[in-house]
């Protein structure tokens, strides 16, 4: 869920997993940032990401909850699944029809 959040750290964009642990609860999820000076550029980035979440800080750890799926929501999730499903096999069948051509006889 985020893997794709990026933070501007010392002016560079780092992937979240390589500043902090984060580790999955009931209902929520719990950022702990290897470097605590870098907490509010954490917070910044997970709010830019368009997530969703609200994170909620104690100085020293991120909380995010997440709210339980919505039929509404698990059935967006099943749609941007497929879609990535089958933008991968695209992508396979193609990468096999450059590497094994099809001679023409």
Same mark, same amino acid.
């Given at each position: 869920?985020?893997?794709?959040?990026?933070?501007?750290?010392?002016?560079? +964009?780092?992937? /979240? &997993?390589?500043?902090?642990?984060?580790?999955?609860?009931?209902? %929520? @999820?719990?950022?702990?940032?290897?470097?605590?000076?870098?907490?509010?550029?954490?917070?910044?980035?997970?709010?830019?990401?368009?997530?969703?979440?609200?994170?909620?800080?104690?100085?020293? +750890?991120?909380? /995010? &909850?997440?709210?339980?799926?919505?039929?509404?929501?698990?059935? %967006? @999730?099943?749609?941007?699944?497929?879609?990535?499903?089958?933008?991968?096999?695209?992508?396979?069948?193609?990468?096999?029809?450059?590497?094994?051509?099809?001679?023409?006889?």
């Amino acid at each position: 869920m985020l893997d794709r959040v990026f933070v501007d750290y010392f002016d560079v +964009k780092t992937p /979240l &997993n390589q500043l902090a642990s984060v580790m999955v609860q009931q209902q %929520s @999820l719990t950022v702990d940032p290897y470097d605590k000076t870098a907490i509010k550029a954490i917070e910044r980035a997970i709010i830019e990401s368009d997530l969703g979440l609200t994170p909620s800080s104690d100085g020293s +750890k991120i909380r /995010l &909850n997440v709210p339980p799926l919505t039929e509404e929501t698990r059935k %967006s @999730l099943v749609k941007v699944a497929k879609g990535i499903a089958e933008e991968s096999k695209v992508r396979n069948k193609t990468k096999l029809i450059e590497l094994n051509p099809v001679s023409s006889l």
